[in-house]
């Protein structure tokens, strides 16, 4: 795990998950079977304010980790909130990968040359994304620490 942690910091494992879901809040706009992008259509915009919840995750850790504080009731609750939404990118997982089971149904239509790539990257973004937040979860119990609010006002010193 030591070498993972060399090459994955918590930096490079911030940014990873930024651009991971920047390309897929993109691509959420793309009609796979039309090779056209939908911005008008009010559902393609139900993902990319779920992963408001994640922005917020990856800014506190960032936040918590360079400042070096202790976890707060706060970030728990974003924390347990994001645990929901890993259901939810299985769920787009498995989505998009019926997707790609589904081209043979389509022998008859038109389909764009972009299918088989776009939705081959896209699943295998989907699937990359909770594996780095689990990752992500380990590395802010291990450098933030556990939540144990049990005792936080005997560990909270205002004077430093």
Known sequence: MNALTKIFNWKRTIVASLVVLLILIVSNFYGIYTNKFYFLKPSNYIFPLLTSIHFLYLYVVWFKISEDE???PKMRNVELALYGLIAIYAFKIYGTAMMLTSISEYTEHVIPA?????VI??????SVLPLMTLYLFWLRKRLVGPYNFENYNNNLNIWQ
């Open 70 to 72: 202790l976890p707060d």
């Open 114 to 118: 972009s299918f088989k790539p776009f």
């Open 121 to 126: 990257s896209t699943l295998v973004l989907y």
